[in-house]
């Protein structure tokens, strides 16, 4: 017999020891013991029920939170665009009662800082690429002019300015870009 059989035997034998027969225990000590049982399976049963419904308030609240996320988060975002949209309609009234091109340029000039100081709060920023060399993945190219003045494949004109979110390209610059002349 090998060790592990010997070992194996003299804990079944001890197992046997310590488990008293059954013919041994009374009615009462099983009535006893079955009671005993019944209460740990309540008491589990019931744990179980309660780890279920804190599992499906869980989601719920979860699902809830995500909800109200895509509902309002650009919440902060509308905040900060209302005083853009304030100074465009104080702009447009002063416009119509008021003449002064000086003055119109000047609050159109401070919107458009507000503006983009808006925009920059939440990344984004604008892509002006005037003179720079041509990059595809930020620049779409819509007409290619001959000039002699500047290095090939350069800017030579923005016709709408692109825009990146966070890094991400939201809209490409539209943009003139040069060749040799041949």
């Known amino acids: 017999m090998t060790e592990n059989e010997q070992q194996a035997s003299q804990d079944a034998e001890v197992e046997q020891q310590e488990v008293p027969c059954q013919e041994e225990l009374s009615a009462e000590e099983l ?3 079955l009671e005993e049982m019944r209460a740990k399976a309540d008491e589990h049963w019931d744990k179980v029920v309660r780890a279920q419904a804190e599992l499906d308030n869980l989601k719920k609240r979860h699902q809830r939170e995500l909800e109200q996320a895509h509902k309002f988060g650009l919440e902060k975002f509308v905040a900060e665009l209302l005083g853009v949209w304030d100074s465009l309609e104080l702009g447009y009234q002063a416009a119509r009662e008021n003449h002064d091109i000086e003055k119109l340029l000047e609050g159109t000039e401070l919107t458009l800082k507000m503006l983009a100081d808006a925009m920059g709060k939440f990344g984004v920023e604008q892509i002006d690429p005037q003179g720079e060399p041509f990059d595809p993945d930020k620049h779409q190219a819509m007409q290619v002019v001959e000039r002699d003045d500047v290095p090939s ?30």
Do not use: C, D, F, W
């Open 31 to 33: 009535a006893r013991q």
């Open 153 to 182: 494949n350069t800017v030579v004109e923005v016709i709408q300015k692109g825009y990146s979110l966070n890094g991400r390209l939201v809209r490409p610059a539209l943009v003139m870009v040069s060749k040799a002349p041949s």
